[in-house]
Structures are given as structure tokens and as C-alpha cells.
């Protein structure tokens, strides 16, 4: 009995162990494909470093040949002409170093100009005396009442200060002057959601004027603004009139360009 079975069995035995070779091909041709996929990685070339080192060589080789005999004392160099059609390689321009007496000047003038400008514009105000104008050789202020610009406690310009701002941009827009606005009010205190104290209203008033002259065409970057409160008043808060000149707001126009250098 027990060597028939082995009779048996001793068939499919062969068979199995006649298959096992066709594991180890399966593992070598694995380990194959594997060696040349790491040969492809590392033997790719990266195109940008190819590019780059392809640019530098041809540069190098094509460039005009230099002279290796040194030019004598006294000896002109060679006339060297451009070919017809070939473009004439000039060193740049120096520009002339400007002259700051001169740009004082200038802009001193353009203050005047601006003046006489501002003036004319607001003659009728200047002489009801709701707005002031006074000029020097470094600013000028234009002050204004808050009566013309905006309601009581509110800093959103009502419909008529919308051609006085106007009339003021239209001045500004054609110069690089520094211009910062100054809000002020009076001592009377206020609390509201949106202005919990003068110094939010004050702010407020000169960001919106700041807003609108922007609109109207004056360059965002010359300008600033800026809020004193109640802290700053030109006459007694005892009074209803010495109040009303109290609340105002101030446009300052610089002799300098810069913003951030341009001091009161």
C-alpha cells in the first residue's frame, strides 16, 4: 500500500519542483527592471541646468577676441566702426545732479501759484469768513468750517461740500505737493457707537475729506490724515462763535513731496 501511494504522488512531486525555476526568473527579471529604472534616474539630464551651461559655453566661445598686446603710452586706440546696420553700443547718460536751490525755488513758486489759485477759488468764503487762507514759503493752510463740510456730530460729507472739495482737488492734481488734513472740534464731548470720543470724529471728518479729494483725482500716496480732538483750538469754547471756529478742518499743502518728511 504504501508504495503505491508514493507511486502516486511521485508524479505531481516532479511537476511542482520542474515550476519552481519560473519564481526565480519572475525575481530576476523584477531586479532587472528595477537596475534600469535607477540607471534611467540617475543618467537624465535636467534641462535648465543643460540650458544654462549651453548658454554660458556658447557665450564664451563667440565672444569678440580680446587684445593681448597691451595699448602704449601715447598710442591712440584703433578706430573701431560698427559694421552698416549694426547698432552703435553708447555709454549711458549721466544726468546733471539737480540743484536744490533751485528746486526751492520752484516749489516755492508753485506755492504761490497754488495760493493765488485757492484764493480766487474761495474769495466769497474767505470774505464771509468761513474760511481762512494763510501762505508761507513752506505751507499753506487752508482752513474751513465744519458747517461747510458736514453735519453736526456726522463725518460723511453733505451734498454741498462736495464742489468746495472739488475746487480744491482741481488745485492739488497737477502738483506733487504734500497735502495732510487736519480734523479739530470743540470741547463738547461725544459718545456715540460709531464716535465714542472727539478724537474718532476729528478723524473721521479728515479721512473723509482725505476720501473724497482721492475721488476728485488727488494721488492717494502725497496725502494724510490726521485728528486732534478738541485738543488743538484756535479761540475759547465759552462761546457759540469761538465753537463754531473750533470745528474745522485744515488742508495743509507742503513745499516738500514727501509726506512723510513734510513737517508743520
Do not use: C
Not at 227 to 242: D, R
Amino acid at each position: 500500500m504504501r508504495s503505491r501511494r508514493q507511486r502516486r504522488r511521485q508524479p505531481q512531486d516532479d511537476l511542482h519542483n520542474k515550476e519552481r525555476w519560473l519564481i526565480s526568473y519572475a525575481d530576476f527579471i523584477t531586479l532587472l527592471f528595477a537596475f534600469f529604472v535607477v540607471m534611467y534616474s540617475v543618467s537624465s539630464v535636467n534641462e535648465g541646468k543643460y540650458k544654462v551651461l549651453s548658454e554660458t559655453l556658447s557665450g564664451v566661445f563667440n565672444a569678440p577676441p580680446r587684445s593681448l598686446n597691451p595699448l602704449a603710452v601715447g598710442d591712440h586706440p584703433p578706430d573701431v566702426r560698427p559694421a552698416d546696420g549694426q547698432n552703435v553700443i553708447r555709454p549711458p547718460v549721466m544726468e546733471a545732479p539737480r540743484n536744490p536751490t533751485e528746486d526751492a525755488r520752484q516749489r516755492s513758486a508753485n506755492l504761490r501759484t497754488m495760493s493765488i489759485q485757492l484764493s480766487a477759488a474761495f474769495e466769497d468764503l474767505i470774505n464771509q469768513g468761513v474760511v481762512t487762507l494763510e501762505t508761507n514759503d513752506r505751507w499753506i493752510e487752508l482752513s474751513l468750517r465744519n458747517s461747510l463740510l458736514f453735519g453736526s456730530g456726522d463725518a460723511e460729507p453733505h451734498f454741498d461740500a462736495f464742489p468746495i472739495l472739488q475746487s480744491i482737488a482741481d488745485v492739488l492734481k497737477d502738483h506733487d505737493n504734500a497735502v495732510k488734513v487736519e480734523g479739530f472740534t470743540d470741547n463738547r464731548p461725544i459718545r456715540t457707537a460709531v464716535f465714542p470720543s472727539n478724537w474718532e470724529l476729528s478723524s473721521a471728518r479728515a479721512s473723509a475729506v482725505v476720501r473724497v479729494l482721492t475721488m476728485d483725482g488727488v494721488d492717494p500716496e502725497r496725502m494724510a490724515a490726521v485728528g486732534y480732538g478738541q485738543y488743538q483750538p484756535v479761540a475759547g469754547n465759552e462761546t457759540a462763535e469761538g465753537r463754531s471756529r473750533n470745528r474745522r478742518v485744515v488742508v495743509l499743502i507742503s513745499g516738500e513731496a514727501s509726506i512723510r518728511g513734510a513737517v508743520r
